[in-house]
């Protein structure tokens, strides 16, 4: 017997979908732009129109690389959201806690210090001279300490150690900076020699490699902070003499020492500044420092080269030294990041010409570096 149907009003029979610019709408989609018609436009109940769909169901209508590409950006503002949110944690208790930084008579090391000791840390300031310590006391709160260090000693070193751990006590020490470093004497590789590279690997690295291992068990007992100043150079050897091979040894020592120091929950964090207004790079002293690398470079050498490409390495070395920026808090911030924050950098870079040249430069192929660095690079009087 056949059923009758159902008295008064049939709903409207569900109309196909039919795809509009090459795009079907999925179910839930077209839910949702039935509800938004409904009350915006009743005659079109039951129809789908996407020109009376809102901005929020826009995206229904998208192809699916517009969609992948959608939620690639979405991804990536989360992303930097999230990193946003981790670099502001900082770590608590600072006021208790003992940073010693090497290198405080003048440049990086001097201002760190300070800024540290506005932040209410306990300073532990090492210096080479007894004038550069007297300065930093006056400039500074009683909280910041000084002591005479230099690092090419090794009995030095020692004295300076025992004096940390009778300043640290139980605590232990949560931050060392290794910032001294000198930059001369640099040149052509030729023109030097051995005392010339030995001298500057001596504060660089090894007095660098000495003072961490004389402190470590300090850090390790707080679990703290390892902060070594490296370079760009240290990325891309651009000059002569020991201050690139010295910061490459910087890099590969704090590499190692980090992956041997994540079970004692120690963080070992490298700064590679660009190239910033500091004694290091003092006009004066690189002008006087040339000349006297020239006068004393044997015959043969100097005949090879010629005077003229003395004269034009000289002049582009000074236009080098000019480019250097005096902001030195775009480093000093990076530092004082390393040791406060709760998840802090690997590595940071300092200054524009690092990020924006410097770096990028490094990842280039051999061949495209060679040929950006030699570009202006003057040709010798027997050169080919």
Not at 1 to 27: D, E, F, I, N, Y
Request: aromatic share 10%; glycine share 8%.
């Amino acid at each position: 017997m056949r059923s009758l149907p159902p008295a008064g009003p049939q709903p409207p029979a569900q109309t196909p979908c039919t795809p509009r610019g090459g795009v079907c709408p999925s179910p839930i989609a077209r839910l949702f732009l039935s509800d938004f018609q409904s009350a915006s436009s009743p005659e079109q109940s039951g129809s789908w129109n996407p020109r009376h769909a809102g901005p929020l169901l826009a995206a229904a209508r998208l192809s699916p690389p517009a969609r992948m590409w959608l939620y690639l950006a979405a991804l990536l503002g989360l992303y930097f959201l999230r990193r946003w949110y981790r670099e502001r944690q900082s770590v608590e208790g600072l006021p208790e806690k003992y940073v010693l930084i090497t290198g405080c008579d003048s440049g990086f090391g001097n201002l760190l210090a300070k800024q540290l000791d506005v932040r209410g840390l306990r300073v532990l300031a090492a210096c080479l001279t007894q004038q550069g310590a007297e300065q930093l006391r006056k400039a500074t709160s009683e909280r910041l300490q000084t002591v005479i260090l230099d690092v090419t000693r090794t009995d030095s070193i020692a004295a300076a150690t025992a004096w940390v751990k009778e300043q640290v006590g139980d605590k232990g020490l949560w931050g060392l900076v290794n910032n001294a470093g000198i930059g001369i004497p640099t040149a052509p590789n030729e023109w030097l020699t051995k005392d010339d590279f030995v001298k500057v690997l001596n504060v660089n690295l090894i007095g660098l490699i000495e003072v961490t291992l004389s402190v470590l068990p300090l850090v390790k007992r707080a679990r703290g902070r390892v902060i070594n100043v490296a370079s760009t150079m240290g990325r891309l050897a651009m000059i002569g003499g020991g201050y690139c091979l010295a910061k490459y040894g910087v890099e590969a020592f704090s590499d190692s020492l980090r992956r041997e120091l994540l079970p004692f929950g120690v963080k070992v964090c490298i700064i590679e500044p660009g190239a910033f207004g500091t004694q290091i790079l003092n006009t004066q002293i690189m002008k006087d420092m040339l000349q006297e690398v020239w006068g004393r470079v044997p015959a043969e050498i100097k005949e090879s080269y010629g005077q003229r490409y003395f004269d034009t390495y000289y002049e582009q070395f000074l236009q080098l030294l000019s480019t250097a920026s005096p902001n030195l808090f775009l480093v000093t911030d990076c530092m004082e990041h390393a040791l406060t924050a709760r998840h802090p950098h690997t590595r940071y870079s300092g200054g524009w010409d690092a990020k924006l040249y410097y770096l990028p430069l490094s990842y280039l192929p051999a061949w495209c570096q060679d040929f950006l660095l030699t570009l202006r690079q003057p040709k010798p009087a027997q050169g080919i």
